[in-house]
């Protein structure tokens, strides 16, 4: 990858963080699954994206119990489903500039019907779901490295999973993928993937993770990379 190259996914993927951003004001009780997609996907065109990478999907969007789900966007439909007072809401981007591709994926606490963060939450299922989300990407930056596979770091962090009370929901069973111009192409952080993360450029790590006998399911995705061995976050 050029440097060239990793300017144009820095650009589409810093896109993809002030829809996050734009998500944090816009995200209210009453709304649906399908108001939050369309409100978000017009947000990404209007910044200047030109497509959507996943099955013409933009975003991604799960509210309240449905956040358990994990199908592939060529099943996806968004509800009529309404944000609740205090409910979870999902939400997988997807946006791409000229074949460069972004991938972002946030979990918002909605309470009193309006977001807030797991610091000022007394929604205590909610807050431990993201919370495990942000350590469990925390574990990961401080484990991998170059050298290790995509299946070692599978058996790590499914393992760290597990042992924090809550389940793997990928449909697939995977943690995350190398990015490439065509989504047949990816890699997965996956059981007997024994390639290493050195040979890709980007990747991601994207637990869906629900508590054990728990309600909702959560999400939390960045893009890394290596430069010069050192993990970095795109």
Known sequence: M???ELQ??????SIAKEAVEFLKSFIREGI???DIRESTE?????K???SFRYYGIGAFVFVGERTTISISGREYQATDIKVQSNDLVTVDLSP???????DLARSFIIENGRVTD???SILLEIVEGVKTEEELHNQ???FINEEMSFEQAYTKMNSLIEASGFENLDFKRNLGHSMANHKDDRIYIEAGNKAKFKEVDLFTFEPHIKKENGKYGFKYENIYYFDKGKLQIL
Do not use: C, H, M, W
Not at 42 to 46: A, D, S, T
Not at 96 to 102: A, H, M
């Open 32 to 34: 649906t699954e399908q």
């Open 42 to 46: 017009k947000f990404l065109y209007e």
């Open 2 to 4: 050029t440097s060239d």
């Open 118 to 120: 797991a610091e000022n």
């Open 140 to 142: 990961f930056r401080n």
């Open 48 to 50: 200047g994206v030109s």
């Open 96 to 102: 791409e500039i000229e074949g460069f591709g972004g």
């Open 8 to 13: 144009k996914y820095k650009k589409v993927q």
